[in-house]
Each structure stands twice: as C-alpha cells, then as structure tokens.
C-alpha cells in the first residue's frame, strides 16, 4: 500500500483519487483502489519500487509504501490501544536521536521500526509531536494516519 504525505489537506497537493488510481494502475499494479481523499493507496505488485518516484513526479508528494504484512505488523505492534492513537510511518528506519519525551506533556509516543505510535488524548492538533519533528529528529520522510485509518488499510490489503 502507498500512504502519500499532506494530499487534499487544507487545499493543498490536489490529488483527485480517480486519476491516482487510474495513473498507478497504469504502471502495471493491479487491484489498486483508495481509501478516502488523503491519499491511501492498496494494490498488488511484485515490486512497489517504481511507484514513489512516479508520484513524485507527476503528483509533487511524498509516500511510505507498506507490505499487507508490515501493516499487520503495525497493528500487533500498537503499544497504546486504539483510543487517541495515530501512526507516524517512516520511510525508512530512523537514524538514532535524542527525543524529548517530555515535548508535548500528556501526549506519548514510541519509535517501533520505522513507525512511530503517537497517542494523543487532548487531540492530535493540540500535539506539539508533529509530523515535521519526528522529520527532523529522525532524519526520515513520514506520513501519519489515524488508528481508524490503519485498521481499514490493513483490513483493505488483508482482503487483497
């Protein structure tokens, strides 16, 4: 599956899903179908590899691409629980950093692989650990969905 950063958000990054899924299905993936208008993306591929810079190019946006089964992953890995939860996926595993736990004070997080599980209890606009930060911190390219998201994705590719 491919998750792209900060699309139809705000007005911003104007990616019609329709001609998404037609693009990639024109790069020989197959059963590819969306998930909402934030840029979700399942298929079936032997190799994913081609799909990022393609985006890239036509579309001016980032991806995290997941297997079915790192997204199972995902959900075995959850250390908080589906309430509040939202995941930060990485695009590749994260150089070692010093995170101030204490930067958004009733807000947690954990750094598993190249995920980040975020819970935020007062909100996820309210959460000083942003998408940019753990950019920065962890020297990677992220994306962030909320749990309700994950578990629909995961459901989606599960079903292949």
Known sequence: MALLRGVNVGGHHR???AEL???VSGLGFQRVRSYIQSGNLVFEADDAGPLEPALRARFGVRVVVRSAAEMAGVLERNPFG????????LDRDPAPAALEPDRSPGDAFVVSGREVYLNCPNGLARC???IDWFERKLKVQ??????????????MAGRG
């Not at 589906?82 to 996926?89: A, C, G």
């Not at 992220?142 to 459901?155: E, F, G, P, S, Y």
């Open 142 to 155: 992220a994306t962030c969905r909320n749990w309700n998201t994950v578990l629909k994705l995961a459901d």
């Open 21 to 23: 899924v037609e693009m």
């Open 15 to 17: 990616v019609p899903m």
């Open 128 to 130: 000083k650990l942003s």
């Open 82 to 89: 589906p309430e509040h939860t939202h995941v930060v996926f």
